[in-house]
Nanobody
Framework: EVQLVESGGGLVQVGGSLRLSCAAS????????IGWFRQAPGKGREAVSC????????YYSDFVKGRFIISGDNAKNTVYLEMNSLKLEDTAVYYC??????????????WGQGTQVTVSS
């Protein structure tokens, strides 16, 4: 059984930083990536960033590029999302996800329970 356990969400002021963590179990990452989607109030889910634990490749959406950093620990099957220079529009529920290398962006196969990130002014 695949399990994704997220942590690290919370309340932060504009310009602040947060780090999300996601520990994965029950999965082999051969041709898959692990990363984050988010869903803001009243909006659909959108891809944020992902990484391959096997080769370290990364993807960032345009709206977080230069502000967020994704990293992975292959030995621990854990991925981290360092979120810097947070904006009000980054407020959302962030979901840890796993999907195929070429399909993750369009719809991951597995989802965590989500962690709330709230950016306040």
């Amino acid at each position: 059984e695949v399990q994704l356990v997220e942590s690290g969400g919370g309340l932060v002021q504009v310009g602040g930083s947060l780090r999300l963590s996601c520990a994965a179990s029950g999965f082999a990452f051969d041709n898959h990536v692990i990363g984050w989607f988010r869903q803001a109030p009243g909006k659909g889910r959108e891809a944020v960033s992902c990484t391959s634990l096997s080769d370290g490749g990364t993807y960032y959406s345009d709206f977080v590029k230069g502000r967020f950093i994704i990293s992975g620990d292959n030995a621990k099957n854990t991925v981290y999302l360092e979120m810097n220079s947070l904006k009000l529009e980054d407020t959302a529920v962030y979901y840890c996800t796993i999907g195929g290398r070429t399909t993750w962006y369009y719809g991951p196969d597995y989802w965590g329970q989500g962690t709330q990130v709230t950016v306040s002014s």
